[in-house]
Nanobody
């Protein structure tokens, strides 16, 4: 059974950094992009970043460009390095894979349970 598990969330002060990890299991996802999304309380889940199946291409939301970096260790492991964090980055962060999507939520088939990131001012 396919499963994605995120880790690395926590509480950090504004201006700080966190690195999120996502490990997928149950099959190889070497043919798929892997993406990160986030959902703040009372808001829709939104795209954050994505990386191609081969780890060469990346794509970011404007709100995080220049501050966040997505990387891929192997077919089933992806990271999100978040620098210069702001209070508005507070959300539950989800990784996703399976499908050909970059930024479209509906294009991802498999999702993790999420990890909470809280940025204090």
């Amino acid at each position: 059974q396919e499963q994605l598990v995120e880790s690395g969330g926590g509480l950090v002060q504004a201006g700080g950094s966190l690195r999120l990890s996502c490990i997928a299991s149950g099959r190889s996802f070497s043919s798929y992009n892997m993406g990160w999304f986030r959902q703040a309380a009372g808001k829709e889940r939104e795209f954050v970043a994505a990386i191609s199946w081969n780890g060469i291409s990346t794509f970011y939301a404007d709100s995080v460009k220049g501050r966040f970096t997505v990387s891929r260790r192997n077919a089933n492991t992806v990271y999100l390095l978040m620098n210069s964090l702001k209070p508005e980055d507070t959300a539950v962060y989800y990784c996703a894979t399976g499908g050909a999507s970059w930024a479209i939520r509906a294009g991802y088939e498999y999702w993790g349970q999420g990890t909470q990131v809280t940025v204090s001012s």
